[in-house]
């Protein structure tokens, strides 16, 4: 079985630019996260997706943070503008819901540097 | 914010059994305790979890207190892959929200 795939796995820009992060969760994976994992901590949860519906989205920074999921599998989570203070690894992890699911599965990340 | 208290780092020996504390003071009847591992340049990876009584699986064994309020994650073989960082984390189930903290980097030392 596949794992969670993201793209890129590392991305550097200028302050002020837009990125994209791209994830493809494990197949049949219904419930799809996003997290913030900066220099040192733990992850945080930007958002969670159950299908296409974004169930909680209250610590995403809707001011220059976006993300979808429009056809209930791949989803990309978006800066515009990105600041310096941005710079962080961005995790996604996915997780089948039904059926005693197993836990969540995370990918490798995408390490965003903004200079 | 976390609802665990864990060592920053630790070391251990090879092939030694590495035993990970973690302090859950405040957890709540109906809490379990998780523990995953976050290896180098990898996201967490899920270890095991429990709610009262001890645990084991084919990566570790988690033993938790009587009085629920403290824990430790035994790695009974511990291999220079096991080089990672681990987290505890106290969650209400599989649907709760994982809030991990800053965990516990442990080093296998050859």
């Known amino acids: 079985e596949a794992g969670v795939v993201q793209s890129p796995r590392y991305k550097i820009i200028e302050k002020k630019q837009p990125v994209a992060f791209w994830c493809n969760p494990i197949s049949g994976h219904n419930t799809l996260y996003w997290y913030r994992q900066n220099l040192g901590q733990g992850p945080e949860l930007l958002i969670r997706?159950?299908?296409?519906?974004?169930?909680?989205d209250s610590q995403l920074p809707k001011d220059r943070f976006s993300a979808e999921r429009l056809k209930g599998v791949d989803s990309t989570l978006k800066i515009q503008p990105a600041e310096l203070g941005d710079s962080a690894v961005y995790l996604c992890?996915?997780?089948?819901?039904?059926?005693?699911?197993?836990?969540?599965?995370f990918g490798p990340g995408t390490r965003l540097t903004v200079t | 914010d976390a609802k665990t208290t864990q060592p920053p780092s630790m070391d251990c020996a090879e092939g030694r059994a590495a035993n990970l504390p973690c302090n859950h003071s405040?957890?709540?009847?109906?809490?379990?305790v998780y523990w995953y591992r976050q290896i180098h340049s990898q996201g967490p990876q899920y270890i095991i979890h429990?709610?009262?009584n001890n645990e084991t699986n084919e990566m570790a064994s988690l033993i938790i207190t009587e009085d629920r309020k403290s824990s430790t994650l035994i790695l009974p073989h511990a291999t220079l892959r096991d080089t990672a960082v681990y987290y505890c984390?106290?969650?209400?189930?599989?649907?709760?929200?994982?809030?991990f903290g800053k965990g516990t980097r442990l080093h296998i030392l050859p």
């Open positions: 405040t957890i709540s009847g109906n809490e379990y």
């Open positions: 984390i106290v969650r209400l189930n599989r649907d709760d929200k994982i809030i």
């Open positions: 429990g709610l009262k």
């Open positions: 997706y159950e299908n296409e519906e974004a169930v909680d």
């Open positions: 992890a996915s997780r089948r819901t039904s059926g005693g699911a197993p836990e969540q599965y």
